[in-house]
T-cell receptor, first 110, second 112 residues
Framework: GQQLNQSPQSMFIQEGEDVSMNCTSSSIFNTWLWYKQEPGEGPVLLIALYKAGELTSNGRLTAQFGITRKDSFLNISASIPSDVGIYFC??????????FGAGTRLTVKP | ETGVTQSPTHLIKTRGQQVTLRCSSQSGHNTVSWYQQALGQGPQFIFQYYREEENGRGNFPPRFSGLQFPNYSSELNVNALELDDSALYLCAIALAGGNEQFFGPGTRLTVL
């Protein structure tokens, strides 16, 4: 089945630094999504991408849908302590399930 | 505000028992999907319901079953529990006309 490879597995950064994480797949997806999950909660949708090449921002977050439709990246600029959490990429084919990456655990040191 | 809620928050069962997990939404939704999230991993798709019928299924055995009700609530039933069923179970809804899925807080199931 479709497998998503998400990297890095974890990141330890200083407050104010920029962060970049990415997701690749051997399969094509029609939609890429990025979620953030904090302890004891379900994933919260950050950004959804629908077109190959699309670049979308949500505040300090920017994500892109790769041209090949097999990859996506998420950037966080000027990180702050509340950015701490696990970030998941997800690829979706319409009307079917979403496939998730294994997550990137982000730690921000004040 | 989708207001997706799940109950119970957590529970403990023993091998061989059966469990029913519940999900509800404040707003009308198109589909409801259930996911299993093992510790340290991303959510894995179990199945999706649309108009009260199963609309797609992941790689899970038949002892995982579900229901969707007209009042925007849903159930996940797991029979003959195994130790490996211990996980966080998440439901997610997609609003009518949208593809994006919104998750509930999950139910943490521990099987002893």
């Amino acid at each position: 089945g479709q497998q998503l490879n998400q990297s890095p597995q974890s990141m330890f950064i200083q407050e104010g630094e920029d962060v970049s994480m990415n997701c690749t797949s051997s399969s094509i997806f029609n939609t890429w999504l990025w979620y953030k999950q904090e302890p004891g909660e379900g994933p919260v949708l950050l950004i959804a991408l629908y077109k190959a090449g699309e670049l979308t921002s949500n505040g300090r977050l920017t994500a892109q849908f790769g041209i090949t439709r097999k990859d996506s990246f998420l950037n966080i600029s000027a990180s702050i302590p509340s950015d701490v959490g696990i970030y998941f990429c997800a690829g979706q084919i319409p009307l079917v399930d979403m496939r998730f990456g294994a997550g990137t655990r982000l730690t921000v040191k004040p | 505000e989708t207001g997706v809620t799940q109950s119970p928050t957590h529970l403990i069962k023993t091998r061989g028992q059966q469990v029913t997990l519940r999900c509800s939404s404040q707003s009308g939704h198109n589909t409801v999907s259930w996911y299993q999230q093992a510790l340290g991993q991303g959510p894995q798709f179990i199945f999706q319901y649309y108009r009260e019928e199963e609309n797609g299924r992941g790689n899970f055995p038949p002892r995982f079953s579900g229901l969707q009700f007209p009042n925007y609530s849903s159930e996940l039933n797991v029979n003959a529990l195994e130790l490996d069923d211990s996980a966080l179970y998440l439901c997610a809804i997609a609003l009518a006309g949208g593809n994006e899925q919104f998750f509930g807080p999950g139910t943490r199931l521990t099987v002893l």
